[in-house]
Protein backbone atom coordinates (compact mmCIF):
# COMPACT_ATOMS: atom_id res chain seq x y z
CA UNK A 1 0.00 0.00 0.00
CA UNK A 2 1.64 3.31 -1.62
CA UNK A 3 0.46 6.51 0.07
CA UNK A 4 1.41 9.83 -0.31
CA UNK A 5 2.58 11.30 3.16
CA UNK A 6 2.89 9.97 6.49
CA UNK A 7 1.58 7.09 8.44
CA UNK A 8 -1.01 9.66 9.93
CA UNK A 9 -2.42 9.59 6.66
CA UNK A 10 -5.83 7.17 5.75
CA UNK A 11 -3.42 4.69 4.46
CA UNK A 12 -2.01 3.63 7.54
CA UNK A 13 -5.29 3.02 9.48
CA UNK A 14 -5.66 0.31 6.51
CA UNK A 15 -2.28 -1.16 7.42
CA UNK A 16 -3.37 -1.68 10.93
CA UNK A 17 -6.76 -2.86 10.35
CA UNK A 18 -4.47 -5.57 7.84
CA UNK A 19 -2.55 -6.65 10.38
CA UNK A 20 -5.89 -7.27 12.62
CA UNK A 21 -7.46 -9.20 9.77
CA UNK A 22 -4.40 -11.06 9.18
CA UNK A 23 -3.95 -12.32 12.51
CA UNK A 24 -7.70 -12.68 13.90
CA UNK A 25 -8.64 -14.28 9.96
CA UNK A 26 -10.78 -17.66 11.26
CA UNK A 27 -9.11 -21.26 10.12
CA UNK A 28 -9.42 -22.03 6.38
CA UNK A 29 -9.20 -18.45 5.67
CA UNK A 30 -6.06 -16.72 4.70
CA UNK A 31 -4.78 -13.92 6.49
CA UNK A 32 -3.30 -10.53 4.85
CA UNK A 33 -0.37 -9.64 5.58
CA UNK A 34 0.65 -5.78 4.97
CA UNK A 35 3.24 -3.28 4.27
CA UNK A 36 2.40 0.44 4.00
CA UNK A 37 4.89 2.78 1.81
CA UNK A 38 4.79 6.46 2.50
CA UNK A 39 6.73 9.49 1.29
CA UNK A 40 9.29 10.60 3.85
CA UNK A 41 7.41 14.27 3.88
CA UNK A 42 10.74 15.48 5.21
CA UNK A 43 12.00 13.09 7.29
CA UNK A 44 15.63 12.41 7.22
CA UNK A 45 16.74 9.11 6.52
CA UNK A 46 19.85 7.62 8.42
CA UNK A 47 22.87 8.29 6.33
CA UNK A 48 22.86 6.07 2.51
CA UNK A 49 19.41 5.29 2.90
CA UNK A 50 16.07 5.69 0.90
CA UNK A 51 13.85 3.30 2.13
CA UNK A 52 13.88 3.17 6.12
CA UNK A 53 11.41 1.65 8.90
CA UNK A 54 10.98 4.98 11.69
CA UNK A 55 7.89 3.38 12.89
CA UNK A 56 6.32 -0.32 13.88
CA UNK A 57 6.92 -3.35 11.40
CA UNK A 58 5.28 -3.13 8.45
CA UNK A 59 5.41 0.87 7.47
CA UNK A 60 7.76 1.90 5.31
CA UNK A 61 8.65 5.40 4.43
CA UNK A 62 10.72 6.34 1.19
CA UNK A 63 12.90 9.26 0.51
CA UNK A 64 11.17 10.36 -2.72
CA UNK A 65 10.92 14.17 -2.67
CA UNK A 66 14.03 15.16 -3.98
CA UNK A 67 12.63 13.60 -7.87
CA UNK A 68 9.11 13.94 -7.43
CA UNK A 69 7.57 16.04 -10.13
CA UNK A 70 4.08 16.80 -8.43
CA UNK A 71 2.78 18.62 -11.43
CA UNK A 72 3.76 15.53 -13.97
CA UNK A 73 2.86 13.01 -11.77
CA UNK A 74 6.15 11.54 -12.03
CA UNK A 75 9.18 10.22 -9.91
CA UNK A 76 12.35 10.98 -11.79
CA UNK A 77 15.12 9.64 -9.59
CA UNK A 78 16.41 6.03 -11.02
CA UNK A 79 18.07 5.42 -7.68
CA UNK A 80 14.96 5.65 -5.96
CA UNK A 81 13.21 3.46 -8.66
CA UNK A 82 15.94 1.11 -8.53
CA UNK A 83 15.80 0.47 -4.26
CA UNK A 84 12.04 0.43 -4.53
CA UNK A 85 12.54 -2.54 -7.30
CA UNK A 86 14.94 -4.03 -4.77
CA UNK A 87 12.27 -3.63 -1.86
CA UNK A 88 9.39 -4.95 -4.15
CA UNK A 89 11.77 -8.14 -5.17
CA UNK A 90 12.52 -8.86 -1.42
CA UNK A 91 8.91 -9.06 -0.32
CA UNK A 92 6.48 -9.19 -3.68
CA UNK A 93 3.27 -8.34 -3.07
CA UNK A 94 0.17 -10.28 -4.13
CA UNK A 95 -2.38 -6.84 -4.19
CA UNK A 96 -0.49 -3.25 -4.56
CA UNK A 97 -3.30 -0.61 -3.45
CA UNK A 98 -2.06 2.92 -3.99
CA UNK A 99 -3.90 5.59 -2.52
CA UNK A 100 -1.65 8.62 -4.83
CA UNK A 101 0.21 8.86 -7.67
CA UNK A 102 2.43 10.81 -5.24
CA UNK A 103 5.44 10.94 -4.49
CA UNK A 104 6.77 7.88 -6.26
CA UNK A 105 4.93 8.84 -9.48
CA UNK A 106 3.41 6.71 -12.24
CA UNK A 107 6.17 5.02 -12.48
CA UNK A 108 6.17 3.27 -9.78
CA UNK A 109 3.06 1.30 -11.38
CA UNK A 110 5.37 0.08 -14.27
CA UNK A 111 7.62 -0.96 -11.72
CA UNK A 112 5.08 -3.16 -10.35
CA UNK A 113 4.19 -4.32 -13.78
CA UNK A 114 7.56 -5.21 -14.26
CA UNK A 115 8.83 -6.99 -11.30
CA UNK A 116 5.74 -8.69 -9.87
CA UNK A 117 3.14 -9.00 -13.33
CA UNK A 118 1.08 -10.76 -11.17
CA UNK A 119 -0.17 -8.45 -8.69
CA UNK A 120 -3.29 -6.80 -8.86
CA UNK A 121 -2.97 -3.11 -9.01
CA UNK A 122 -5.67 -1.02 -7.29
CA UNK A 123 -5.75 2.76 -7.15
CA UNK A 124 -7.58 4.99 -5.19
CA UNK A 125 -9.06 7.70 -7.08
CA UNK A 126 -10.17 10.41 -5.11
CA UNK A 127 -11.65 13.90 -6.15
CA UNK A 128 -9.02 15.68 -5.59
CA UNK A 129 -6.58 13.18 -7.61
CA UNK A 130 -9.47 13.10 -10.80
CA UNK A 131 -8.39 16.82 -10.63
CA UNK A 132 -4.83 16.77 -11.18
CA UNK A 133 -5.25 13.87 -13.48
CA UNK A 134 -6.81 16.03 -15.45
CA UNK A 135 -10.10 13.64 -15.78
CA UNK A 136 -12.32 16.31 -13.64
CA UNK A 137 -9.98 19.01 -13.85
CA UNK A 138 -7.95 21.49 -16.51
CA UNK A 139 -7.24 18.74 -19.52
CA UNK A 140 -3.82 17.97 -19.96
CA UNK A 141 -1.43 18.17 -23.13
CA UNK A 142 -1.96 14.98 -25.30
CA UNK A 143 2.05 14.50 -23.66
CA UNK A 144 0.85 14.22 -20.66
CA UNK A 145 -2.38 12.98 -20.86
CA UNK A 146 -1.21 10.14 -23.31
CA UNK A 147 1.02 8.24 -20.70
CA UNK A 148 -1.50 8.63 -17.76
CA UNK A 149 -3.91 6.87 -19.26
CA UNK A 150 -1.40 4.41 -20.16
CA UNK A 151 -0.31 3.34 -16.60
CA UNK A 152 -3.63 3.90 -15.22
CA UNK A 153 -4.95 1.33 -17.62
CA UNK A 154 -2.64 -1.15 -15.61
CA UNK A 155 -4.84 -0.66 -12.57
CA UNK A 156 -8.58 -0.87 -11.33
CA UNK A 157 -9.47 2.43 -10.36
CA UNK A 158 -11.65 2.79 -7.00
CA UNK A 159 -14.09 5.67 -6.81
CA UNK A 160 -15.74 7.28 -3.55
CA UNK A 161 -18.88 7.67 -5.93
CA UNK A 162 -21.10 7.10 -9.00
CA UNK A 163 -20.50 10.81 -10.37
CA UNK A 164 -16.92 9.75 -11.48
CA UNK A 165 -17.55 7.54 -13.78
CA UNK A 166 -18.52 9.26 -16.66
CA UNK A 167 -15.46 11.58 -16.37
CA UNK A 168 -13.01 8.67 -16.23
CA UNK A 169 -14.79 7.06 -19.53
CA UNK A 170 -14.93 10.15 -21.11
CA UNK A 171 -10.77 10.61 -20.17
CA UNK A 172 -10.46 6.74 -22.09
CA UNK A 173 -10.61 4.26 -19.35
CA UNK A 174 -12.13 1.04 -19.40
CA UNK A 175 -15.66 0.96 -17.73
CA UNK A 176 -15.05 -2.56 -16.68
CA UNK A 177 -11.95 -1.26 -14.67
CA UNK A 178 -14.11 1.17 -12.47
CA UNK A 179 -15.65 0.19 -9.31
CA UNK A 180 -17.46 2.10 -6.46
CA UNK A 181 -15.78 1.19 -3.55
CA UNK A 182 -15.50 4.69 -1.09
CA UNK A 183 -12.40 4.62 0.89
CA UNK A 184 -12.00 4.22 4.64
CA UNK A 185 -13.21 7.33 6.77
CA UNK A 186 -11.03 9.43 8.70
CA UNK A 187 -10.79 8.51 12.40
CA UNK A 188 -14.09 10.41 14.38
CA UNK A 189 -14.82 10.22 17.88
CA UNK A 190 -18.04 8.61 18.77
CA UNK A 191 -20.89 11.06 19.34
CA UNK A 192 -24.24 10.35 18.83
CA UNK A 193 -26.24 13.08 16.45
CA UNK A 194 -27.85 15.70 18.98
CA UNK A 195 -31.81 15.82 19.02
CA UNK A 196 -32.84 17.61 15.97
CA UNK A 197 -35.65 20.25 16.26
CA UNK A 198 -34.24 24.06 16.46
CA UNK A 199 -31.07 22.17 15.45
CA UNK A 200 -27.45 23.38 15.17
CA UNK A 201 -25.66 24.01 11.59
CA UNK A 202 -22.31 24.38 11.69
CA UNK A 203 -20.63 26.62 8.58
CA UNK A 204 -17.06 26.64 7.88
CA UNK A 205 -15.71 29.96 6.90
CA UNK A 206 -12.17 29.88 6.21
CA UNK A 207 -11.76 33.45 6.26
CA UNK A 208 -12.50 34.78 2.48
CA UNK A 209 -14.49 37.80 2.71
CA UNK A 210 -17.55 37.06 0.00
CA UNK A 211 -18.29 33.33 1.99
CA UNK A 212 -18.16 35.78 5.49
CA UNK A 213 -21.19 38.14 3.75
CA UNK A 214 -23.09 35.14 2.27
CA UNK A 215 -23.23 33.40 5.67
CA UNK A 216 -23.85 36.59 7.54
CA UNK A 217 -26.73 37.50 4.94
CA UNK A 218 -27.85 33.42 5.47
CA UNK A 219 -27.89 33.86 9.42
CA UNK A 220 -30.22 37.77 8.70
CA UNK A 221 -32.69 36.09 6.90
CA UNK A 222 -32.92 32.51 9.66
CA UNK A 223 -32.82 35.40 12.08
CA UNK A 224 -37.01 36.38 11.18
CA UNK A 225 -38.32 33.02 12.13
CA UNK A 226 -37.76 31.66 16.18
CA UNK A 227 -37.76 28.08 15.37
CA UNK A 228 -35.07 28.55 12.37
CA UNK A 229 -31.56 26.40 12.83
CA UNK A 230 -28.73 28.06 15.17
CA UNK A 231 -26.07 28.94 11.83
CA UNK A 232 -23.01 28.77 14.10
CA UNK A 233 -20.06 30.21 11.39
CA UNK A 234 -16.30 28.68 12.90
CA UNK A 235 -13.12 28.56 11.10
CA UNK A 236 -11.88 25.22 9.66
CA UNK A 237 -9.80 24.50 12.86
CA UNK A 238 -12.53 25.27 15.10
CA UNK A 239 -15.34 23.88 12.88
CA UNK A 240 -14.07 19.88 13.36
CA UNK A 241 -14.52 20.57 17.47
CA UNK A 242 -17.84 21.93 16.71
CA UNK A 243 -19.61 19.29 15.09
CA UNK A 244 -20.14 16.95 17.71
CA UNK A 245 -22.70 19.32 19.00
CA UNK A 246 -24.59 19.88 15.29
CA UNK A 247 -27.00 17.38 13.45
CA UNK A 248 -25.04 19.42 9.83
CA UNK A 249 -22.14 20.74 7.97
CA UNK A 250 -22.42 23.62 5.69
CA UNK A 251 -19.68 23.90 3.09
CA UNK A 252 -20.76 27.40 1.83
CA UNK A 253 -17.66 27.86 -0.90
CA UNK A 254 -19.26 28.08 -4.03
CA UNK A 255 -16.81 25.90 -6.07
CA UNK A 256 -17.16 23.00 -3.87
CA UNK A 257 -14.01 22.91 -2.45
CA UNK A 258 -12.62 21.64 1.15
CA UNK A 259 -9.14 22.10 1.34
CA UNK A 260 -9.84 20.76 4.88
CA UNK A 261 -11.62 17.70 4.28
CA UNK A 262 -14.29 18.07 6.78
CA UNK A 263 -16.44 16.95 4.47
CA UNK A 264 -15.37 13.39 5.53
CA UNK A 265 -14.99 14.02 8.45
CA UNK A 266 -18.50 15.22 9.07
CA UNK A 267 -19.73 12.53 7.01
CA UNK A 268 -17.84 9.79 9.53
CA UNK A 269 -19.38 11.56 12.59
CA UNK A 270 -22.99 10.73 11.05
CA UNK A 271 -23.48 14.11 10.44
CA UNK A 272 -24.74 15.25 6.63
CA UNK A 273 -23.28 18.24 4.42
CA UNK A 274 -24.81 21.18 2.66
CA UNK A 275 -22.61 21.77 -0.52
CA UNK A 276 -22.59 23.57 -3.30
CA UNK A 277 -23.90 21.14 -6.74
CA UNK A 278 -20.08 21.18 -8.40
CA UNK A 279 -16.34 20.48 -7.28
CA UNK A 280 -14.85 18.11 -4.83
CA UNK A 281 -17.51 17.60 -2.25
CA UNK A 282 -20.45 17.68 -4.87
CA UNK A 283 -18.86 14.67 -5.81
CA UNK A 284 -18.40 12.99 -2.38
CA UNK A 285 -22.04 14.25 -1.29
CA UNK A 286 -24.57 12.62 -3.23
CA UNK A 287 -28.26 14.20 -2.88
CA UNK A 288 -30.41 11.93 -0.66
CA UNK A 289 -27.60 10.07 0.44
CA UNK A 290 -24.83 12.37 2.53
CA UNK A 291 -26.55 15.40 2.26
CA UNK A 292 -28.34 18.31 0.00
CA UNK A 293 -26.57 20.49 -2.75
CA UNK A 294 -27.83 24.11 -2.63
CA UNK A 295 -26.89 27.52 -4.83
CA UNK A 296 -24.75 29.46 -2.35
CA UNK A 297 -26.48 32.43 -2.32
CA UNK A 298 -28.11 33.70 1.27
CA UNK A 299 -31.98 32.89 -0.14
CA UNK A 300 -31.29 29.51 -1.28
CA UNK A 301 -29.94 28.46 1.98
CA UNK A 302 -32.01 30.13 4.00
CA UNK A 303 -34.94 27.75 2.14
CA UNK A 304 -33.26 24.75 2.44
CA UNK A 305 -32.42 25.04 6.10
CA UNK A 306 -36.21 26.45 7.04
CA UNK A 307 -37.36 23.43 4.90
CA UNK A 308 -35.39 20.88 6.97
CA UNK A 309 -36.39 22.83 10.49
CA UNK A 310 -39.79 22.11 9.36
CA UNK A 311 -39.65 18.24 8.40
CA UNK A 312 -36.36 17.60 10.90
CA UNK A 313 -37.10 14.01 10.47
CA UNK A 314 -35.60 14.19 7.43
CA UNK A 315 -31.94 15.21 9.14
CA UNK A 316 -32.17 12.44 11.29
CA UNK A 317 -33.03 10.02 8.88
CA UNK A 318 -30.33 10.62 6.41
CA UNK A 319 -27.96 11.19 9.56
CA UNK A 320 -28.81 7.75 10.65
CA UNK A 321 -27.87 5.46 6.91
CA UNK A 322 -24.47 7.53 6.80
CA UNK A 323 -22.92 4.23 7.83
CA UNK A 324 -19.03 4.75 6.46
CA UNK A 325 -16.86 1.87 4.97
CA UNK A 326 -15.30 -0.44 7.60
CA UNK A 327 -12.31 -2.48 7.21
CA UNK A 328 -13.38 -5.74 7.22
CA UNK A 329 -15.23 -4.79 3.73
CA UNK A 330 -12.38 -3.63 1.84
CA UNK A 331 -10.72 -6.70 3.17
CA UNK A 332 -13.60 -8.90 1.62
CA UNK A 333 -13.53 -7.07 -1.78
CA UNK A 334 -9.33 -7.39 -1.40
CA UNK A 335 -9.93 -11.06 -1.06
CA UNK A 336 -12.61 -11.10 -3.88
CA UNK A 337 -10.21 -9.08 -6.18
CA UNK A 338 -7.08 -11.10 -5.55
CA UNK A 339 -8.87 -14.30 -6.36
CA UNK A 340 -9.71 -12.94 -9.91
CA UNK A 341 -6.73 -12.19 -11.40
CA UNK A 342 -8.64 -11.52 -14.87
CA UNK A 343 -10.22 -9.09 -13.67
CA UNK A 344 -7.31 -6.54 -11.98
CA UNK A 345 -3.84 -8.01 -13.61
CA UNK A 346 -4.05 -8.22 -17.86
CA UNK A 347 -1.09 -9.18 -19.52
CA UNK A 348 1.53 -6.12 -18.90
CA UNK A 349 1.54 -3.62 -21.40
CA UNK A 350 4.81 -1.55 -20.16
Known amino acids: MAARHDPAAPAARILAAARGASSG ?9 ARLLCGAAGRQPPPGTRIFQPFADGSFLAEAEPGHDANE ?3 SDADLLRRLGQWLSDWPPGLVHLHDLSPFGMEFIGLVR ?14 ELAGRLGITGPARGFLHQAPLRRF ?3 TLLLLPCESLIPACVAFGLEPERLVVQPGLPPQAPSCPMPPTGRFLVVACCPGDAAQHALLAATAALLARFPEAPL ?10 DALAAAQLLLLPDAEGADPEGLARL ?4 GRPVISAAQGPVAQLVQPGRDGWHAAMNPTALAHLLLDLAEAPGQVSAMAGRLQPPAAPALFARYREWAADPARIAPPARI
Open 266 to 269: ALAM
Open 114 to 127: RLCPEARLLLSLTP
Open 231 to 240: LEIRPPAEAA
Open 152 to 154: LAE
Open 25 to 33: ASSGEPGIE
Open 73 to 75: LSQ
